[in-house]
């Protein structure tokens, strides 16, 4: 990666998705990357639709906005699933999404061509940590779509921020999704 790598998280106030930026720019700074990693929300509820974004870097980032033409747009809940995730789509960007859908489904329903990846988060979370939290199960699909960072660097930084039984959960859940993620 010689190029500055943007990404931009779509979730609802509540489900992490500042979360997963954040553990995926520690990735970064692990390998010794450039990074940055900002959510963009005001006073909105839980539940209520937000996005964060990240960038990585091997040299010194310079942009301190938003990211509006990202390389990767990670999508967290499936209801999002609209125009605000095709925004700023280059003919490069990918999508990773957790849905039960087809990526070719996914594709048609965003109006896109874009390489997207698609995983089940919400079923594997539900198998693996009983709980309907999907942020970490996606990094799993971003590192392998995305090459932006090491599994291995993930893996430390999620076995840095969570302890015990949670921990193994989510270190389960990135591996399992790296493996499972499908590319259409």
């Known amino acids: 990666m010689d190029k500055l790598y943007e990404i931009r998280f ?5 489900q992490g998705a500042w979360t997963a930026s954040l553990l995926l720019a520690q990735a970064g700074l692990l390998e010794g990357k450039q990074i940055q990693s900002f959510p963009a929300f005001g006073p909105e509820r839980a539940g209520a639709p937000m996005t964060a ?11 301190h906005s938003s990211v ?12 999002l699933l609209g125009p605000a995730v095709a925004e700023g789509l280059k003919n490069s960007s990918k999508i990773v999404v957790n849905t039960t859908d087809s990526a070719a489904e996914v594709k048609k329903r965003l109006g896109v061509k874009n390489e997207t990846w698609v995983v089940d988060a919400t ?8 709980v309907n939290i999907t942020n970490t199960v996606l990094l799993g699909a971003v590192v392998k779509a995305s090459g932006a960072v090491k599994l291995d660097s993930v893996l430390a930084v999620v076995k840095e921020r969570f302890q015990g039984k949670v921990r193994d959960q989510n270190l389960e859940v990135v591996e399992a999704a790296y493996k499972e993620a499908v590319k259409g």
């Open 53 to 63: 974004y990240t960038r990585i870097s091997e040299k010194p980032i310079q942009i």
């Open 10 to 14: 779509h979730g609802r106030g509540g």
């Open 68 to 79: 509006y033409e990202p390389d990767m747009v990670v999508v967290l809940d499936p209801t």
């Open 123 to 130: 079923g594997m979370a539900m198998r693996i940590m009983g």
